[in-house]
């Protein structure tokens, strides 16, 4: 059964291929990658809406400990991607992201039995927290995956739309949680509802329950319906040359500005506004940045297709340096309470900012490695297919493996929230770093590939 969803001749450039049966096959595997990706990211960011309750249902955890289990996916994630990358290349995309999405089952079901007791160890709960880094872990292999799919003309608009929608996991979990735990949806089998403060029930093992027969079904589509194609195939030794080359670090560096950027203030926005503006119901705006980020994603893809990925990029950290200038100056603070509004209207144009940066990076990385092996093979014409085969092989790599060293951004900004506001009392420290390291993004982005006469223009 394997073999007839194994593609041994597959030419996306080819025009004719393309419209006669290429096209057909690649959006089938896009439109069955794109609901595994949303659960993964789903389940990957669970816990930023998780621990803004465990402290009315009876934990009693510090502020500190809410913003670790917080990050921890995220540092997790991040590490396997490193991995879940290159393992692509080894099983084929359509049986590791079957057995990806499966493993979802794991922190899905331990979270839902864990929160039922507010006697379970903070040890348990750091480890349910790295497990849901399964989620984070599967973003680097679908991409890569999705990526040979379609031609050089379509990819940003592919995986603008792979990873757009799939991040749109990231607000679904914000939004679904807080109305999911406040009621037995399960009946007995979803366990006891927990009493807060207010005496109000609240079941919140639905927080983890909900996703399970999400995560059944898109596992079983995935491995009847996707196919591998046959050129992906190849060994762990074919992919470690990307660390020899220049362009992975640099795109590394600047993925760690747009999706590390997208991760982390998805993960320590609800805590943020929770520690930062005290009576205010978190959960009810800390969706929204996280929903305008997916959702602009393809648009990066797209703008990045027709005006260059370099250029958009540019002007998106730009952007996001303007906008944490704004997130500090909206901040509470000595004689003021801060300004919410203005406050929530920043993290907006951060997140905006971020989405479609995450598209254009996305896009600018199989431009750069296509053209580089294509450049170097120039002075022999006979090479030039290989030189199209190795390319793609070469940003499969690096598109997973600078979703992993991105994704640590995930880490960092909620984990740096927490340290800043328990050494200072105030988060103001971590927005001063972040401003540098957008300013670093921009010289990089200008002096390498948006100047005119940059080195490899994209």
């Excluded at 872990?137 to 757009?164: C, E, Q, T």
């Excluded at 053209?371 to 190795?390: C, H, L, N, S, Y």
């Amino acid at each position: 059964m394997v073999a007839t969803h194994l593609i041994a001749d597959w030419k996306p450039e080819d025009r004719g291929f393309w419209e006669r049966s290429g096209c057909r096959v690649a959006r089938r595997n896009l439109w069955l990658s794109i609901p595994a990706l949303t659960l993964a990211f789903a389940v990957w960011m669970v816990w930023s809406a998780v621990v803004v309750n465990l402290p009315a249902v009876g934990f009693k955890y510090s502020t500190n400990q809410l913003f670790w289990l917080a990050a921890l996916p995220a540092l997790c994630g991040a590490t396997l991607r490193i991995f879940y990358a290159f393992a692509l290349t080894v099983v084929g995309g359509r049986v590791w992201t079957t057995l990806s999405t499966a493993s979802l089952l794991l922190p899905a079901l331990g979270i839902g039995f864990a929160v039922q007791q507010p006697e379970t160890p903070y040890e348990l709960m750091v480890a349910l927290a790295l497990l849901c880094g399964l989620g984070g872990g599967n973003f680097a292999s679908s991409m890569a995956h999705i990526s040979y799919f379609y031609p050089k003309a379509r990819k940003g608009y592919a995986l603008g739309m792979n990873a757009g929608l799939g991040q749109l996991g990231v607000s679904l979990v914000q939004f679904v949680v807080p109305v999911v735990i406040t009621a037995g949806l399960f009946g007995v089998l979803g366990g006891a509802p927990q009493a807060t403060g207010q005496g109000q029930p609240l079941w919140l093992q639905n927080a983890g329950f909900v996703w399970v027969p999400f995560i059944v079904a898109s596992a079983l589509a995935a491995w009847l319906g996707m196919d591998d194609i046959a050129d992906a195939k190849g060994h762990f030794a074919d992919q470690v040359v990307i660390f020899t080359r220049k362009h992975n670090w640099l795109m590394c560096w600047l993925y760690i500005g747009t999706l590390g950027s997208f991760i982390g203030y998805s993960a320590g926005l609800p805590l943020l506004i929770q520690s930062q503006f005290s009576g205010l119901d978190a959960m009810q705006y800390a969706w929204l940045g996280p929903l305008l980020g997916a959702v602009v994603r393809p648009l990066g893809g797209w703008l990045a297709d027709r005006h260059g990925g370099a250029r958009v990029t540019f002007w998106c950290f730009v952007v996001m340096a303007v906008g944490v200038m704004a997130v500090r100056h909206f901040l509470p603070g000595p004689g003021h309470s801060g300004d919410f509004n203005g406050f929530l209207a920043s993290f907006m144009l951060l997140f905006a900012a971020a989405g479609v940066g995450n598209g254009s990076t996305f896009r600018m990385i199989p431009v750069i490695f296509l053209t580089e092996r294509q450049r170097a093979a120039e002075p022999q014409p006979d090479a030039q297919a290989q030189a199209v085969r190795d390319g793609n092989k070469e940003a499969a790599a690096v598109l997973g493996f600078a979703s992993a060293l991105g994704a640590y951004g995930g880490f960092f900004i909620p984990k740096s929230y927490g340290t800043a506001i328990a050494m200072t009392g105030s988060p103001e420290p971590a927005l001063m770093v972040f401003i540098v390291f957008y300013l670093s993004c921009i010289a990089v982005t200008w002096w390498h590939y948006s100047r005119r006469n940059a080195p490899m223009p994209c």
